[in-house]
């Protein structure tokens, strides 16, 4: 059973999207001590900011910060209030290994200097000293592969990262990580690599395991959601605005 759009919509909605375009949506929420914090966009420094969430979408100056964010940076709550940041490495049009922190969301503090220090380099700075920091590397095998994670990052489901395995060019598939067998199932997408897309113009940002086809879906920038077939590789569906 294909899901239908609003299946679609709930599902991504809560999966992890790249700061700063995702990041008042649900799927990069954080919980910590009863504050429900989301990541807002400062044009004053041009990264994203973990403040409490409101309504209002405009940063206001005097809103506690507990988290500054480089862009093309994900965020995904894990389990026991703990939260985990990660990002592909990029030098100029090489991409590298995807680098992962994780952290206590029950000890995060307010960041006072956070227009000034790592912000030079481009570097995520979070309120709280991180618990686990690894990497994953991007030239993975297709299919099932055996890895040893930090228990810090477990989780009770899948986590699906969107990864690039090419140094230079395009060999987009997604990773999906299960914790409790400790694999990667890499599932590369020749329907997408093999397109005619203007990749430098359109670009696939988030994937998700609907629950209850257990199909995953997939939508991004200038691109229409998506469903992939039982195994993942292939496009089983464009969901269109007509659809």
Same mark, same amino acid.
């Given at each position: 059973m294909i899901p239908d759009k609003l299946a679609i919509a709930r599902t991504l909605d !809560?999966?992890?999207?790249?700061?700063?375009?995702?990041? $008042?949506? +649900?799927?990069? $929420?954080?919980?910590s001590r009863d504050l429900e914090l989301e990541w807002t966009y *400062?044009? #004053?420094i041009n990264q994203s900011l973990l403040v409490k969430r409101t309504d209002n979408a405009q940063f206001s100056v005097n809103v506690p910060v507990f988290g500054v964010a480089k862009a093309y940076t994900y965020v995904k709550a894990l389990s026991g209030d703990r939260f985990a940041l990660w990002w592909q490495e990029r030098s /100029? @049009? %090489?991409? /590298? +290994? &995807?680098?992962?922190?994780?952290?206590? @969301?029950?000890? =995060?503090?307010?960041?006072?200097?956070?227009? *000034?220090g790592p912000l030079v380099a481009s570097e995520n700075l979070i309120g709280a000293r991180e618990i686990a920091a690894f990497s994953v590397p991007s030239?993975?095998?297709?299919?099932?592969? $055996?890895? *040893? =994670?930090?228990?810090?990052? %477990?989780? !009770?489901? #899948?986590?699906? &990262? =969107?990864?690039?395995?090419? +140094?230079?060019? &395009?060999?987009?598939?997604?990773? @999906?990580?299960?914790?409790?067998s400790q694999t990667i199932f890499v599932m590369p997408q020749h329907w997408w690599n093999k397109s005619d897309v203007d990749f430098a113009y359109q670009w696939?940002? $988030?994937v998700a395991r609907e629950p209850l086809s257990g199909l995953i879906v997939g939508d991004g920038i200038r691109v229409d959601p998506f469903v992939l077939d039982a195994s993942g590789p292939t496009l089983n569906r464009e969901i269109t605005s007509s659809q």
């Open positions: !809560n999966a992890p999207g790249p700061l700063p375009w995702y990041g $008042r949506t +649900a799927g990069n $929420r954080l919980y *400062s044009t #004053e /100029g @049009s %090489s991409m /590298g +290994a &995807i680098q992962l922190r994780v952290y206590d @969301s029950n000890v =995060l503090q307010q960041i006072h200097d956070w227009r *000034s030239v993975l095998d297709d299919g099932l592969n $055996r890895v *040893s =994670l930090p228990p810090q990052f %477990s989780h !009770n489901t #899948e986590t699906h &990262i =969107l990864v690039n395995r090419a +140094a230079a060019g &395009i060999d987009v598939c997604i990773f @999906s990580i299960d914790t409790n696939i940002t $988030r």
